[in-house]
Structure formats: structure tokens, C-alpha cells
């Protein structure tokens, strides 16, 4: 799996940021961002929240899997060496060469768009 960036900013218990829900897998509940609050802070970026739902509250705790991974939703870029990178993003979403199209993936956290 190819390396995430790291935040912009290092997390902070209390800061507010997004948590991408997975959705179902099948496909009825698409991902979605849903508020969150950082409650613990671990190693390269990883988090621990406390998920804002329209049905609850959903905690996911650096103790369950070494927590949340940031994701910022940029493109993976893939080997510059690409042949077909003329394609990318043009009917395709993924490469092999490792490229990616810009989506927020499911299970990460990212910080809220403040434009």
C-alpha cells in the first residue's frame, strides 16, 4: 500500500476533524465525512476519535487496530514511468502502476475544509 502523508498540522486531543465512515458494503450507505473530535493522539499521524452519527456516537480508539490513518484524499500517483498515464482518471479510477484517483477513503480522518 503506498505511503500516506502525513497532516499538515500534528493532531491535538480536542481538535475537531472529519472521520470518513466506510458506508455498507453494499453500496446503499455511501462513504461519508462525519464530524469528529481527536481523543488520543498516537504515532505517524494516527488518531483515536470520537465520531458525531445522526444515529449516536461511535468511538474508535487508538487501543482498537492503532488508530485512524490520515488521509487528505489526494491522488495516489502511482510510477511516473506510467504507459498508459495519458488514462488515468479517463474511464479509469485505478492503474497498475499504482495510481489512484482522488478520493477520501473510508476509515481515515482528515482536517474540515475551512474555505
Known amino acids: 500500500m503506498p505511503e500516506t ?33 481527536i481523543t ?11 465520531v458525531a ?13 492503532g488508530g485512524l490513518e490520515y488521509h487528505d484524499g489526494a491522488e495516489t500517483p502511482g ?9 488515468h482518471g479517463s474511464p479509469f479510477r485505478y492503474c497498475a502502476c499504482g495510481w489512484i484517483e482522488p478520493s477520501l477513503r473510508g476509515g481515515t480522518w482528515h482536517w474540515p475544509d475551512h474555505t
Open 53 to 65: 452519527n445522526p444515529t449516536g456516537l461511535f468511538f474508535h480508539p487508538l487501543a482498537d487496530d
Open 79 to 87: 510510477d511516473p514511468r506510467c504507459l498508459n498515464r495519458a488514462h
Open 5 to 37: 502523508p502525513a497532516p499538515e498540522q500534528p493532531p491535538a486531543i480536542g481538535r475537531a476533524v472529519h472521520y470518513v465512515a466506510r458506508g455498507s458494503a453494499d453500496g446503499k450507505f455511501p462513504p461519508a465525512c462525519r464530524a469528529a473530535t
Open 40 to 50: 488520543e493522539v498516537g504515532e505517524a499521524g494516527r488518531v483515536g476519535v470520537m
